[in-house]
T-cell receptor
Framework: EAQVTQNPRYLITVTGKKLTVTCSQNMNHEYMSWYRQDPGLGLRQIYYSMNVEVTDKGDVPEGYKVSRKEKRNFPLILESPSPNQTSLYFC????????????FGNGTRLTVT | QQPVQSPQAVILREGEDAVINCSSSKALYSVHWYRQKHGEAPVFLMILLKGGEQKGHEKISASFNEKKQQSSLYLTASQLSYSGTYFCGTEDTGTASKLTFGTGTRLQVTL
């Protein structure tokens, strides 16, 4: 089944403890992206990648890192999480280096205390 | 800068029509529309490329006026299944491959 898989679905952590949210797609998509969703703010782009080893900042990249060493994986790294990073995170992918229909993962709900 | 969506929320009775607008301050290359149901991931509806085309998807269609940097989503004869939050995403001509979403329009269809 074609899908974008995020793990974990739920995560509660403490301030400053490094964490990684994984994202993997099995559709051979070139384009991948991370969004965070907060009430009243919609979906805000954190980072995106048009291809392997190519990443770029979105609108809210502060406090996040990403890597794209393989086409299928695009992990989101929070080196030192803070409470303002409590949010619902979505990974998405699209065929081609330009944005086509985005396929979203099921989301990761992160709480930082 | 996020595109501006209006209205923020709308309640319809089944069978009624609705229009959701999306406006940007930047010259646009494309406009994307997604629907998100509560507790689920957003789902793709359609993409409109600059050229002023109108696209359709079941009883949902959209238009894109590139001169005004605006897009509108039309929901005709709404069904209960249309309930959810609708997001427009814009890709401006200056930063290709960067998709910026609006804050969403919550649509509720009632009997």
């Amino acid at each position: 089944e074609a899908q974008v898989t995020q793990n974990p679905r739920y995560l509660i952590t403490v301030t400053g403890k490094k964490l990684t949210v994984t994202c993997s797609q099995n559709m051979n998509h070139e384009y991948m992206s991370w969004y965070r969703q907060d009430p009243g703010l919609g979906l805000r782009q954190i980072y995106y990648s048009m291809n392997v080893e190519v990443t770029d900042k979105g609108d809210v990249p502060e406090g996040y890192k990403v890597s794209r060493k393989e086409k299928r994986n695009f992990p989101l790294i929070l080196e030192s999480p803070s409470p303002n990073q409590t949010s619902l995170y979505f990974c998405a992918s699209s065929f081609g280096e330009i944005i086509g229909p985005l396929h979203f993962g099921n989301g990761t709900r992160l709480t930082v205390t | 800068q996020q595109p501006v969506q209006s209205p923020q929320a709308v309640i319809l009775r089944e069978g009624e029509d609705a229009v959701i607008n999306c406006s940007s301050s930047k010259a646009l290359y494309s406009v994307h529309w997604y629907r998100q149901k509560h507790g689920e991931a957003p789902v793709f509806l359609m993409i409109l490329l600059k050229g002023g085309e109108q696209k359709g998807h079941e009883k949902i269609s959209a238009s894109f006026n590139e001169k005004k940097q605006q897009s509108s989503l039309y929901l005709t004869a709404s069904q209960l299944s249309y309930s959810g939050t609708y997001f427009c995403g814009t890709e401006d001509t200056g930063t290709a491959s960067k998709l910026t979403f609006g804050t969403g329009t919550r649509l509720q269809v009632t009997l």
